[in-house]
């Protein structure tokens, strides 16, 4: 059973991010056209569960699929699109998750909003810090039930998310 922790922002998950973006990039080679760190980890001084979420920009969805053995080898299961179409998923570390990789075709306006997100919290420390106490909340409250931990964030994820749009 995946339990949910939260916990206070972690300096080394960005040489965590660092160190699977080069292993990514070995696989994709050319094929990567930019890699970037979002989600909540991506934040300085932002709670967040401890799970790396790694962007990757390709040219066309459909050739990540040829790389399913290599990131397997790496430790990701391929999810498939995972219940958003034009993206591609892999997890890695199963209950006790510690990378998530969201493939997207470079004009895919998904990756658009994953920065926008990002870059938003990371310019109004406030609205991250309201961000991280609601995930904080949620985590002690749903321990053993994510989904219901995704329900509990997701006005305010919408929200933040139209602000952030609005700002780009």
């Given at each position: 059973?995946?339990?949910?922790i939260?916990t ?11 160190e699977?973006a ?5 696989i ?12 909540s980890?991506?934040?300085p ?6 799970v790396?979420?790694v ?7 459909e ?9 397997r ?11 958003l ?16 990789v ?6 895919n306006p998904?990756?658009?909003?994953h920065l926008?997100?990002?870059d938003f ?19 002690t409250q749903y321990?053993?039930?994510i989904?219901?931990y ?5 006005m ?6 139209k602000?952030?749009m609005?700002?780009?």
């Amino acid at each position: 059973m995946r339990k949910v922790i939260v916990t206070a922002y972690d300096k080394r998950w960005s040489a965590a991010f660092e160190e699977a973006a080069a292993e990514i990039r070995k696989i994709l080679g050319s094929g990567c056209l930019d890699i970037q760190h979002i989600g909540s980890t991506a934040v300085p001084g932002l709670a967040a569960k401890p799970v790396i979420d790694v962007l990757v920009a390709i040219a066309d969805i459909e050739t990540i699929d040829r790389f399913e053995e290599s990131f397997r080898k790496l430790g990701y299961h391929a999810k498939g699109e995972n219940g958003l179409p034009g993206r591609r998923y892999f997890e890695r570390g199963g209950d006790e998750r510690t990378h998530h990789v969201h493939c997207y075709e470079q004009d895919n306006p998904e990756i658009a909003r994953h920065l926008a997100f990002r870059d938003f919290l990371k310019v109004n420390p406030q609205t991250a810090a309201a961000y991280g106490q609601l995930k904080m909340e949620l985590a002690t409250q749903y321990p053993l039930d994510i989904e219901r931990y995704i329900k509990g964030k997701q006005m305010m994820v919408e929200e933040i998310e139209k602000k952030a749009m609005g700002a780009i």
